[in-house]
């Protein structure tokens, strides 16, 4: 149980254009889903957190304008990096939890961008 | 404010060998913890996690960590390396309260030798 799928798992696009990546709690329901960015041999560092039908709440430092999170569903949360530039190529990651299961989360496959 | 403390970027043991990566917490209140790998290209999976209550808690794959609040550390241990564990490994620590947010220590990579 407890299965996170992210969509695309690699996307290749353009400098400027926008590109958005899909995460989605497949068996159970999300009561907060996060965001975090990945570069090369580093940790994870959380960018946003979001709960169903709310604004995301951003972390110092990520640009809430270009990387746009829309959570429309307890099983579902976008990430939109718009106007995309090679500076945010990197494996984006999603995770969701479950309220009473003490702060457990559950991730996804993570997604490689590439920005030409 | 709360930080994770990962010990050596890369750990080499050799197959059947003792596994340790270290791990120490930053908190004024002992957070929950948990480590995860992450094989090439994967998202993370849970090995393990600390919440209340047993302090040397077991996970799967064989590993398990030990809970030390005096010496704010939550190592991982595995008595014998296989060679499908060489990944990366994270752990992560959370505050009790309800800001459910993980933060990551900087990782080790595993490599087991033949």
């Known amino acids: 149980g407890a299965v996170v799928s992210q969509h695309p798992s690699r996307v290749i696009c353009k400098s400027g254009t926008s590109v958005k990546i899909e995460c989605r709690s497949l068996?159970?329901?999300?009561?907060?889903m996060f965001w975090y960015r990945q570069f090369p041999k580093q940790s994870l560092m959380l960018m946003a957190t979001s709960n169903e039908g709310s604004k995301a709440t951003y972390e110092q430092g990520v640009e809430k304008d270009k990387f746009l999170i829309n959570h429309a569903s307890l099983t579902l949360s976008t990430l939109t990096v718009t106007s995309a530039h090679p500076e945010d190529s990197s494996f984006y990651i999603c995770?969701?939890?479950?309220?009473?299961?003490?702060?457990?989360?559950?991730f996804g496959p993570g997604t490689r961008l590439t920005v030409l | 404010a709360q930080s994770v403390t990962q010990l050596g970027s890369h750990v080499s043991v050799s197959e059947g060998a003792l596994v340790l990566l270290r791990c120490n917490y930053s908190?004024?209140?002992?957070?929950?913890l948990f480590w995860y790998v992450q094989y090439p290209n994967q998202g993370l999976q849970l090995l393990l996690k600390y919440t209340t209550g047993a302090t040397l808690v077991k996970g799967i794959n064989g590993f398990e960590a030990e809970f030390k609040k005096s010496e704010t550390s939550f190592h991982l241990t595995k008595p014998s390396a296989h060679m499908s564990d060489a990944a990366e490994y994270f752990c992560a620590g959370s505050t009790r309260d309800s800001s459910y947010k993980l933060i990551f220590g900087s990782g080790t990579r595993l490599l087991v030798r033949p």
């Open positions: 068996d159970f329901q999300a009561t907060t």
């Open positions: 908190s004024s209140v002992p957070p929950y």
């Open positions: 995770s969701g939890d479950v309220a009473g299961l003490n702060n457990e989360q559950f």
